[in-house]
């Protein structure tokens, strides 16, 4: 675009731009308005209604506003999603971080660490599906686990809360989405120049020291990364909750799963957009920490 | 990601639904060249040995297009001009003839309306009524017009499914591990099976199997299980709130799959169960049975329905469809995998004296039950649990159904998970 006369606006950044600015106003600037409209409308057994109601959300925050008689659902799905979520988080950030400081810091061949880091992708590559179920063997009441421990006498009878309980939730999640986390973190690792931690060392810093001052400050926007994909993937989630959980545990997923599966399109919407409003909370509380953009 | 509701009854009969083109060679009378129908609906009909029959036989190419049972009242209700045949369940046609979306089908075109199966006409199994709590058939069945959006109450001229399969639900437990006999629903609540029951995280169904439950228990006598009013919803979702708190449940399943493994695995001892899931626990040599209960069972209907935008060559393509459907070898082919058929004195004709004597009469097999693929199924001496087709769906004590308070119960039952 050079024939543009100087003192207009250039076009070509603008032409440059437009595409991905289509695609995502296409794909996903429309789909949330268009939640965010159908959130708004009525509906019945068998149609949906173009209205302006508040119904769909005065009846997901029905009875909450009376504590005397406990949680309202919502309320309780939100904080049992929440809960796990948070579970979730902590112990995946904890071994994310772990294994990635070992493959920067401790792992001195560059081909060690591309295989080791390839080790870390093999849950992935079976199905979600199939990883889920072949649990059951494993941490049923006659799984291998309950054989081997009421073998060995360390209990007297098979545990009931290794399978469908909050601790096979979260074991299950961590199996997954631990990777989510070593690969920005160790990526922001990687990045650390080595020259810190020898002056660190020179200025008399111990190890301890050195992790806290130096390592873990550097890694945020790894451990930031790391950590909004932790939560949106398990805030959103029905099949992991659902299937480990025995389908006994609340999630916000679910109730929208079990909307959309009953035509209540409206309801479901109302759900999504409050989903999105917290997770998007979440997400700039944690960005207002600290500044993603400024750290890459 | 939407897991499908009865993925149960499909897994058994999955053929390959692919999309076979159709370069036939049609008989004379369909000298036009062949007549495509698109067919929606669960997998449970959608077998490619139906599929290559009609093709022989009719030179109608069916072109399946299998999808959850929620995408079947999706697609009739938002969709109708996607499909040329519906194959849905009867609850759902409470939901999909308001839409009139669906065409009243002129009785005087099926050459064998007058045989299907009472259950479907009169309500009644062998002269006696049946239960009709929740939405029976005999409900929905009939229109007062071709275009009605309501439905009639008596028989009419009009018809809004054509019957293709049906059964009775109870349900299944380890004999082994229960080592006792179980012969009310009320077992289900039983808290001696603290932490070794389940059932299915699907709410209508799901709170119906609860109602059968609390009724055998005498907590309470419901007018219409199948339509609760509001205290009844609550009733039945507080007595399962208990029941879950206590501990009674191990898992909810809601995948034909997931009750296989509960029931398979040991988790659980008894647990509301589809017929094709005992079958699959007993293949892997695990005591399983579906066990008939003194409170009766709960039933579904499907069949098929046309939409109103069908007509010329298409509508008559469907009718003959529909009609060798019940001309005999469908119906045999049906029988064979534990359904019922609606027309049973063609299908009768199309079976072995053996294998009708096990599937309908409730004999012991005089040799070896195989499935279509040659596995045996069950093994000479074996009788069916529950008998013939008299005694099951002769105790049937309501069906699958939308309530009115649907919205309700679907709020509460979220609830109940919460909890």
């Not at chain 2, 979702?237 to 398979?264: C, H, I, P, Y």
């Not at chain 2, 709020?411 to 919460?418: G, L, P, S, Y």
Request: aromatic share 10%; net charge neutral; hydrophobic share 45%.
């Amino acid at each position: 675009m050079s024939s543009s006369p100087p003192d207009r606006r250039p076009v070509a950044p603008l032409l440059q731009a437009a595409p991905l600015a289509l695609v995502l106003l296409l794909f996903f600037v429309f789909p949330l308005l268009a939640t965010a409209v159908v959130s708004l409308w009525n509906y019945t057994e068998y149609s949906l209604v173009p209205d302006v109601t508040q119904r769909n959300y005065v009846e997901m925050f029905e009875g909450c506003s009376n504590m005397g008689e406990g949680l309202c659902t919502t309320f309780r799905t939100y904080l049992s999603t929440l809960r796990l979520c948070a579970m979730v988080w902590a112990f995946t950030t904890l071994f994310g971080f772990a294994i990635s400081y070992f493959l920067a810091f401790h792992v001195r061949s560059d081909t060690m660490r591309m295989v080791l880091f390839l080790v870390c992708t093999a849950p992935f590559l079976t199905s979600n599906v199939i990883r889920m179920i072949s649990w059951l063997p494993l941490l049923g009441r006659e799984g291998v686990v309950n054989q081997f421990l009421v073998g060995t006498g360390l209990v007297d009878q098979p545990q009931d809360w290794l399978l469908f309980s909050d601790f096979s939730v979260v074991l299950a999640f961590v199996h997954l989405y631990t990777l989510f986390v070593t690969v920005p973190v160790f990526n922001s690792m990687m990045r650390i120049d080595r020259r810190l931690l020898e002056a660190a060392q020179d200025a008399g810093a111990s190890g301890w020291q050195t992790l806290w001052h130096v390592v873990i400050p550097l890694t945020k926007p790894g451990l930031v990364i790391g950590s909004i994909f932790v939560i949106v993937l398990v805030m959103g989630d029905f099949v992991t909750i659902g299937v480990m959980g025995g389908q006994q545990i609340a999630s916000i997923g679910k109730v929208i799963q079990v909307q959309m599966s009953y035509l209540q399109f409206p309801a479901a919407a109302a759900q999504a957009v409050v989903l999105l409003g917290l997770v998007l909370l979440v997400i700039a509380v944690m960005t207002r920490l600290i500044d993603i953009r400024r750290e890459l | 990601m939407d897991k499908p509701i009865r993925a149960g009854r499909r897994q058994l009969l999955q053929g390959a639904a692919g999309l076979a083109a159709a370069g036939l060679a049609a008989p004379a009378v369909h000298a036009q060249g062949a007549v495509t129908l698109r067919y929606v609906g669960t997998a449970v009909n959608q077998h490619a040995g139906i599929k290559e029959k009609v093709r022989q036989d009719l030179g109608i190419t069916l072109e399946y297009i299998p999808v959850t049972s929620d995408d079947v009242v999706r697609r009739a209700v938002t969709q109708p001009n996607s499909l040329d045949i519906l194959d849905a369940e009867y609850w759902m046609l409470k939901k999909i003839i308001p839409s009139g979306n669906l065409m009243g089908m002129d009785a005087t075109r099926i050459k064998l309306v007058d045989e299907i199966s009472t259950v479907f006409t009169k309500g009644e199994v062998a002269g006696k009524k049946i239960g009709d709590q929740g939405t029976a058939p005999i409900k929905v069945s009939y229109l007062p017009a071709r275009d009605a959006k309501t439905f009639a109450t008596g028989q009419t001229q009009w018809l809004t499914l054509i019957p293709t399969t049906y059964n009775a639900d109870t349900l299944g437990i380890r004999p082994d591990r229960v080592g006792r006999p179980i012969e009310s629903w009320a077992e289900l609540l039983n808290p001696e099976f603290k932490g070794k029951a389940s059932i299915l995280n699907i709410p209508s169904i799901g709170i119906m199997d609860a109602a059968m439950a609390v009724e055998a228990m005498g907590r309470h006598k419901y007018a219409d299980k199948g339509n609760m009013t509001r205290a009844e919803i609550d009733l039945t979702m507080r007595v399962l709130t208990e029941a879950k708190r206590a501990g009674q449940f191990r898992a909810f399943w809601k995948d034909f799959n997931e009750s296989v493994n509960l029931m398979a695995s040991g988790e659980t001892v008894i647990q509301s169960m589809w017929s094709p899931a005992v079958t699959a626990v007993r293949s892997r040599g695990i005591p399983c049975t579906y066990q008939p209960l003194k409170e009766g069972y709960r039933a579904w209907a499907a069949g098929f329905g046309l939409p109103k935008t069908l007509s010329g060559r298409k509508l008559d393509a469907a009718y003959d469809f529909i009609n060798w459907f019940l001309s005999g070898w469908a119906g045999a082919f049906l029988n064979r995998q534990g359904y019922y058929s609606a027309v049973l004195s063609t299908a009768q004709k199309s079976m072995e004296a053996y294998e009708w004597d096990f599937w309908m009469m409730g004999k012991p097999a005089a040799q070896d039950i195989k499935a279509p693929d040659g596995t045996v199924m069950e093994k000479a001496g074996s009788v069916r649990d529950g008998g013939s087709f008299d005694a099951r769906m002769g105790a049937v004590a309501c069906w699958n159904a939308v309530m009115d308070e649907n919205d309700y119960m679907v709020r509460k039952w979220n609830e109940f998970i919460a909890a």
